[in-house]
């Protein structure tokens, strides 16, 4: 432990008296760390001084009255609280015999600790000994960081190392450990619960908001600062900017000196490593997914149900559900976790795989749900197929990819193949190729109505929504039927087309539906 003003006054040899009462000063006074003993008779020794030092001195700027000016010996003792002065020691029978009276009142009312120092005490045996006390210190510090650093070391060789880490990193601090994943999720503590809310609950939105940043990053948290019992909290990325693997956390109350720096510095290249381990694992599963995926949706599922089985569980019972999704750079890493904790989570009733650029999923129908939290966590398209048999998995694809196409055009989000379905085989095929065509399909109509204030667009549209009824039109345009003919006959004169036929009424509906 560092040396303190009640270390000082313990030593014996040293033989220092206190003068102020230790029940009659502040709470922790006597706690206060020293880190230096000087020794000054200046009237104001504090621009030599700095916070933590014990100031000795003989008193000759006490002599010739000042000793029993109030005046000056309350601002003496104001200017070294206010410079952070951890106590005065005050030599006797060197200048004057015993402690100014002042000096002690003062020093009373201000609640900065006084001691005297015998004459037989010199003052560079107090500094020898803060200075011993110092070294002895840094020592021990030292001497702890390596004995912390070989057992870290050790509880790195066990099977789950990462968890062993953590757990004696926190036993050697004495403090709580988390690490929250690439999802930002939190992945493992240490002690098991041992930060309670809203502690945690902001620990986790941090760490996802530094997740989500991509950079390498530290950040100091003081969480629950509402509460009773706020917690200090440090913060630390793991992995390379824009590969985070995750952030380590780990709560102190008070900011951690180099001995407990070094050792958490440690931790974090070892955590580091072991998360860089799990992810060549993860890529080498991620192959072996993909393989057997693209049996899965050729509707041999043989080699893929022997090895999920034995892998991560049985594979997801029908009905089934296809989702996918893209797979940028940026986010693979990061999807694919949250992906192995679903399974996981699952009992392997769940699967999924890379093809190509894009993640496909196999789901049952209980995690549909979970397009909504891929799409909200990592802003992509989600398309989702319906819910089919086991032998349909290549056209539950199909109407998924279609699905996918629609959502990255309307930045949906998720959509499902029932919502295109629902709107026919026109609307379905009517998409962005088609539209260019319909465009010049329409462009004498709609030039028309550009040039001379009409609306041939709108009563053809309505016209082809009423079956061709010029009655049924009429009504809900509000016009004449004799002016929907008119509108009509113009419309077919400026297309060059009859559209008394289905097949001309069909093209012509197809072309409305496509540019819209």
């Not at 757990?167 to 098991?192: F, K, N």
């Not at 080498?284 to 893929?304: E, P, V």
């Not at 549209?461 to 809900?476: N, P, V």
Request: overall charge negative; hydrophobic content about 45%.
């Amino acid at each position: 432990m560092k040396p303190t003003v009640q270390t000082l006054l313990d030593h014996p040899e040293l033989a220092l008296g206190l003068l102020t009462p230790a029940d009659a000063l502040p709470d922790g006074a006597l706690d206060a760390p020293v880190v230096w003993a000087h020794s000054s008779d200046l009237a104001d020794p504090t621009p030599f001084l700095d916070a933590g030092h014990v100031l000795l001195t003989t008193g000759t700027q006490f002599a010739d009255g000042a000793a029993a000016d109030d005046g000056f010996a309350e601002s003496f003792v104001r200017r070294l609280r206010e410079r952070g002065i951890a106590a005065l020691g005050f030599g006797t029978e060197v200048i004057r015999a015993g402690t100014p009276e002042t000096l002690v009142a003062a020093c009373l009312a201000q609640g900065l600790p006084l001691f005297e120092v015998p004459y037989r005490v010199p003052f560079i045996a107090i500094a020898r000994t803060v200075a011993d006390l110092i070294a002895e210190d840094a020592y021990a510090r030292q001497a702890w960081a390596l004995s912390a650093q070989r057992a870290i070391s050790l509880a790195a060789l066990r099977p789950d190392g990462l968890s062993a880490t953590l757990a004696e990193l926190s036993h050697r601090l004495g403090a709580w450990v988390g690490l929250i994943d690439a999802t930002g999720s939190l992945d493992r503590e240490a002690p098991e619960g041992g930060l309670a809310q809203p502690a945690l609950g902001e620990v986790v939105g941090e760490a996802r908001s530094m997740l989500r940043r991509g950079q390498r990053a530290s950040r100091t948290l003081l969480a629950a600062e509402s509460t009773e019992s706020p917690q200090r909290m440090t913060l630390q990325t793991l992995g390379g900017g824009g590969a985070l693997r995750g952030v380590l956390a780990i709560g102190d109350s008070a900011e951690l000196d180099q001995a407990g720096r070094e050792v958490v510095t440690s931790v974090i290249a070892l955590a580091g490593l072991a998360l860089e381990q799990n992810r060549d694992l993860d890529r080498a599963r991620g192959h072996l997914r993909s393989g057997l995926l693209s049996g899965i949706l050729a509707g041999d599922t043989t080699l893929a149900e022997r090895v999920s089985a034995e892998m991560w569980g049985p594979l997801p019972e029908p009905p089934l559900r296809i989702m996918v999704t893209d797979a940028p750079l940026t986010q693979a890493d990061r999807l694919t976790e949250l992906l192995e904790l679903r399974v996981e989570e699952r009992g392997g009733r769940l699967f999924f795989g890379r093809d190509d650029e894009q993640y496909v999923l196999v789901v049952e129908e209980a995690d549909a749900p979970l397009a909504e939290e891929i799409a909200a966590e990592f802003e992509l398209p989600v398309g989702v197929s319906d819910p089919v048999g086991a032998v349909a998995v290549a056209q539950a694809h199909e109407q998924a990819l279609r699905a996918l196409d629609r959502a990255r055009e309307s930045g949906a989000g998720v959509i499902a193949f029932d919502e295109i379905s629902r709107q026919g085989v026109l609307a379905f095929l009517a998409r962005t190729d088609a539209r260019a065509v319909a465009l010049a399909t329409l462009a004498p109509l709609t030039e028309h109505d550009a040039a001379n204030g009409t609306s041939l667009v709108v009563t053809t549209r309505t016209w082809l929504e009423h079956g061709g009824q010029f009655d049924a039109t009429a009504q809900a345009l509000g016009v004449h039927r004799h002016t929907v003919r008119s509108r009509i006959a113009l419309a077919e004169r400026l297309l060059g087309r009859d559209l008394s036929g289905f097949h001309a009424r069909a093209d012509l509906w197809a072309a409305l539906l496509a540019v819209e």
